[in-house]
């Protein structure tokens, strides 16, 4: 990403940085929700209702958690073309799905299987997606192959999002050059998961193409290590202290 300032609408105001920061604090409202405050019968008392929809705190909280996934998928786009080493890039997605494994199994069953895989799987997938359709570009059959091939991946492995979130990755980095159609795509995409997710697009839309203020190694990795941590500390406090 470039660390320079670019010749954007002044709406464009967030920086990679600030997009991390938003896709990681809906992350956490989203697994707090889900996996805590659901058990307070509070978070379902219901304010009021749109057609046979109750609103309460527990459905707005897991609304907000909706739009973690699009962004950190945008991101995996980002990453892909601006990283100095895809290798490395990719490496780093693979450690730390298999590292965040054995929390995402604990927080769900209590146990160390899960028959689902994490979000990092599926990022990681989308990601090697991205290395085939760049390196097999004048060879479409073969890229085809190998894009089915990690489609399958996807939905053996059940990785959370699953063969959507495979596809929507594709989805974007094939459409990164027309963000009005790659948000009314990515919208209806997403929607197959939930509908909140297309909000998404309000802030990746707002994205400047600067890196912000997370730099160095120490920020970078710090990112990685939250989701395994929180999901850890989220299972410990279940287990220990509620």
């Not at 958690?65 to 693979?94: C, D, M």
């Not at 459409?175 to 209806?188: E, K, P, S």
Request: glycine share 8%; net charge positive; charged share 10%.
């Amino acid at each position: 990403m470039n660390d320079n300032p670019v010749n954007v609408g002044s709406w464009r105001v967030l920086s990679g940085s600030w997009l991390k920061l938003i896709a990681i604090v809906s992350m956490l409202i989203d697994h707090l929700a889900h996996f805590i405050w659901r058990l307070d019968e509070s978070f379902f008392q219901v304010y009021f209702t749109i057609g046979s929809r109750a609103i309460t705190p527990y459905f707005l909280l897991r609304l907000i958690g909706r739009l973690s996934f699009p962004i950190f998928a945008f991101l995996i786009v980002e990453g892909f073309q601006h990283t100095r080493s895809r290798r490395k890039y990719g490496r780093n997605l693979l450690v730390f799905a298999l590292l965040s494994e054995l929390p995402w199994n604990l927080v769900h069953t209590g146990t160390w299987h899960h028959s689902g895989q994490n979000v990092i799987f599926t990022l990681f997938l989308g990601f090697l997606g991205l290395c085939v359709m760049e390196r097999y570009a004048a060879d479409k059959r073969r890229m085809a192959l190998w894009l089915l091939t990690l489609l399958a991946a996807s939905i053996f492995l059940n990785a959370d999002f699953s063969c959507i979130g495979f596809g929507f990755i594709l989805m974007l980095y094939v459409l990164r050059h027309n963000r009005i159609l790659q948000a009314v795509v990515g919208t209806c995409l997403i929607s197959g998961i939930h509908w909140m997710g297309g909000a998404a697009f309000i802030p990746i839309n707002m994205y400047n193409q600067q890196r912000g203020f997370i730099k160095g190694n120490v920020s970078k990795y710090l990112f990685y290590i939250f989701y395994p941590l929180h999901l850890l500390l989220i299972y410990l406090y279940l287990r220990y202290l509620y």
